[in-house]
């Protein structure tokens, strides 16, 4: 037999659904853990436990792979193109994934497209994030000395590399609170915080042989920055802009020459504009809905694309499907909320990530679908609700 | 966290899936299996490789999970009762499973429950099974002798424990061919060979509350003693039919105090009655297609019935699915033909199960669904063709 060997770097849960979808297809799935209690390592054959960013661990890993790919996007850049050299089959590949890891890089490109973006540019210092306010403003090169230390407009800050779910992002309105995001030493993108309406995610999947497939385009709600709910597809989105969203995802993938799933988080106006906020490039919490709610799911079609096998039907299976977050609460066994949930609702689809129990941090989701949106949407709401104890019935 | 430990007996494919529904549940699934090579020692966390049989293997195995349940039905009786006594959570219990492992013990049962069962006997040498044949032909005690060696009516004999896929099982019309089920040494039992239209397979599951939910019963076409396609529903079943084989079904799980999955085989006959055939206690083949085309499949509700916890909803999600195996036939690789198989059919979900292909051992299966039958056999049956190199187009 010939079936491949898949290598993951990442022991995350993106990872954990990722095997579950290798099962079927009969590969031969290795992981690369920091630890072996994180989410994937508890499910996975044999992991390796080791530090990614050290070249000889990651190496080691990788030449024992027909294929390596990714839960994160946090592997150092050279050593991928070191490995690239040595040749090590790495997909997305460093090039693709810089635009995910850099968010200079990524909003460098995308302008360079011509891709709709909010105004942005690398600032320097305080001072520096003032006068791109300023500029956003349409203002005077410097903020009036009346105003003292407002800014003129609100910006956001984001250290260009190792942030996630609303971590390593500031909305900032004066001079001194625009100070913290420097101290990471790392350098800093100002946006201009866009008035957006919603958030949607164009999620594409594509192949080396470059066939690519689009998933309906979905709303993320998101929660202090951290997603919440996904309703697939998003509610009253214009058949039109949907086709838009999805043929700018398409080209992003091509142009960028991703391989396996691409998320692009896009902010919907009120005027009816779609800006890109963040790529990601690995199966993404927009796309979890699609365990259930697809054909294939993202975590089927982003090994089918890694391993340069045609893509599965991405289509959704029901009228509707939302997917709701299950953070840690007050109550660290979730387990006991089974009892409840699954008897109250014998279609709900409950994922749980093997994760400690702490607060805020997501340690699983839920998913149900059905023809009647409202009360799909309740179903997830409140099982979600009930395993974190935010509600007791 | 108090998520339980699942401890699953056998390493085969059932075990593989059962794992992978598993993962969204969160729960710590461990394995004990023969080989580090089994399909599901494959793809699970730190299997156990040891040998079932053996009882301080199995002790030690079952004294770190909550609960044990079962790939297989091969487990000593007597070592399961042993550990019952120690406190072992066992699902499902010894006393149900000795009905899936003696085929004797089953056909007793049943017929004292008033069960329609094949005419039967346990026979004690050839000269008994030619007695037991003219029996069922409501002959003579013993055979003209003007017939020489041949039966009344043909007979089908099988060894009461140790059979699968059609092993253990022999149709004899001589006395001579009635010798070789004997040499075992295991009691042969003897059955009508009923003159059945179709087989079908009633799925239920039960948990120790004794909640039960029933899935549809479909049919199932058996090639040499091997199944080789199952439709879900069963074409034609008249509505009456179907809900009195699912009645039977969730009956003798409940007389049998099953806890899990129970697959009851049954022979539709031709003037419309319904006869049971064999009984599993665990994820079967007839429930496959259940993974894809059920709201919740036969191994995610194995495990909550075996867990105590509500069951999910055995629905159907598509109005017809069909699952076909795949036999290892002289090709080796069988990866080759995803690329045919995926491109043709970007719907179809296949799953191969990592085992080395040997002529005629189920490898695999394949998954298709849609709301037409037709059409939705073809593309199962073409694709467990071509991947095992029936067909080369």
Redesign the interface.
């Known amino acids: 037999?010939?079936?491949?060997v898949v290598g993951m770097v990442g022991g995350g849960q993106l990872a954990?659904?990722t095997?579950?979808a290798g099962?079927?297809?009969?590969i031969?799935?290795r992981l690369l853990s920091d630890t072996p209690r994180d989410s994937a390592?508890?499910?996975?054959?044999d992991?390796v436990i080791g530090d990614y960013r050290d070249f000889d661990t990651l190496r080691d890993f990788a030449l024992g792979c027909d294929v390596i790919t990714f839960d994160h996007e946090h592997v150092p850049l050279e050593h991928l193109r070191a490995l690239r050299e040595e040749g090590v089959v790495i997909r997305p590949g460093p090039d693709a994934l810089e635009h995910a890891r850099d968010k200079g890089v990524m909003r460098a490109r995308l302008s360079a497209l011509g891709v709709p973006c909010p105004r942005h540019r690398i600032v320097a210092d305080p001072a520096d994030v003032a006068r791109f306010a300023a500029e956003v403003a349409e203002g005077p090169n410097e903020p009036a000395a009346g105003d003292g230390d407002a800014l003129a407009v609100p910006v956001v800050l984001k250290t260009v590399r190792g942030g996630y779910d609303g971590k390593g992002v500031w909305v900032v309105r004066t001079v001194g609170e625009a100070a913290e995001p420097f101290r990471a030493g790392v350098p800093v993108l100002a946006e201009e915080k866009v008035p957006f309406v919603r958030e949607l995610a164009a999620n594409v999947v594509r192949s080396p042989h470059g066939q690519a497939v689009a998933y309906p385009v979905v709303e993320s709600i998101q929660i202090d920055g951290v997603c919440d709910t996904v309703i697939a597809p998003a509610p009253d989105l214009p058949g039109e802009r949907a086709l838009d969203a999805q043929a700018l995802a398409l080209r992003i993938a091509a142009e960028l020459d991703v391989v396996g799933h691409l998320a692009v988080e896009l902010f919907e106006t009120a005027d009816g504009r779609v800006l890109v906020n963040e790529l990601a490039m690995r199966p993404h919490n927009s796309g979890h809905w699609s365990r259930e709610g697809a054909?294939?799911s993202q975590f089927a079609n982003h090994l089918?694309a890694v391993l340069d096998?045609?893509?599965?039907?991405p289509r959704p299976?029901a009228p509707w499907t939302v997917m709701a977050n299950v953070l840690g609460g007050d109550y660290?066994?979730?387990?006991?909320g089974?009892?409840h949930c699954?008897?109250r609702d014998?279609?709900l689809?409950?994922?749980?990530?093997?994760k400690?129990?702490k607060p805020g941090r997501k340690v699983?989701h839920v998913t149900a679908y059905g023809s009647d949106l409202a009360e799909v949407r309740e179903r997830a709401r409140h099982a979600a609700d009930y395993l974190r104890g935010t509600i007791t019935e």
Not at 1 to 4: C, E, I, K, S, V
Not at 309 to 313: E, F, I, R, T, V
Not at 332 to 336: E, H, T, V
């Open positions: 037999m010939t079936f491949p954990r659904m095997h579950e099962i079927p297809l009969g031969d799935f390592a508890l499910v996975v054959r992991p054909v294939t089918r096998l045609p893509l599965g039907d299976r660290p066994d979730m387990y006991q089974y009892l699954m008897a014998p279609g689809c409950v994922s749980m990530y093997g400690e129990v699983g």
